[in-house]
């Protein structure tokens, strides 16, 4: 009979894609969150205070917005699961739009 092994979450990668952290307006904002967590994390991806978009059961979360003017500012991804008390972990990215 096989163990499972528990462990808290942890963020293992939260970039842009192909690491673009300026975007012009109206292109596309791509981000991804990977997160090693047993059992499976919540995730959830805050614009500052506002959350943006939250998943469960999943090791990856990618947010896709067509970039506005209000979209820049500092992104944090922010991951748990039911191990370990709940404990929280995140990261931060920052992202600038350059409006025309």
């Keep these: 009979m096989e163990a499972s092994i528990f462990d808290g979450a942890n963020i293992t990668e939260f970039f842009a894609k192909d690491h673009l952290y300026e975007i012009m307006e109206n292109s596309t904002l791509e981000l991804h969150c990977r997160v090693d967590s047993n059992p499976y994390p919540e995730i959830s991806l ?55």
Excluded at 89 to 99: F, G, I, N, Y
């Design 46 to 100: 805050f614009l500052g205070d506002v959350l943006q978009y939250a998943t469960r059961d999943l090791s990856e979360l990618i947010y896709t917005a067509t970039a506005g003017c209000l979209n820049g500012g500092k992104y944090i991804c922010s991951a748990t699961n039911s191990f370990m008390n709940r404990a929280r972990v995140t990261a931060e990215v920052d992202v600038k739009v350059r409006c025309k």
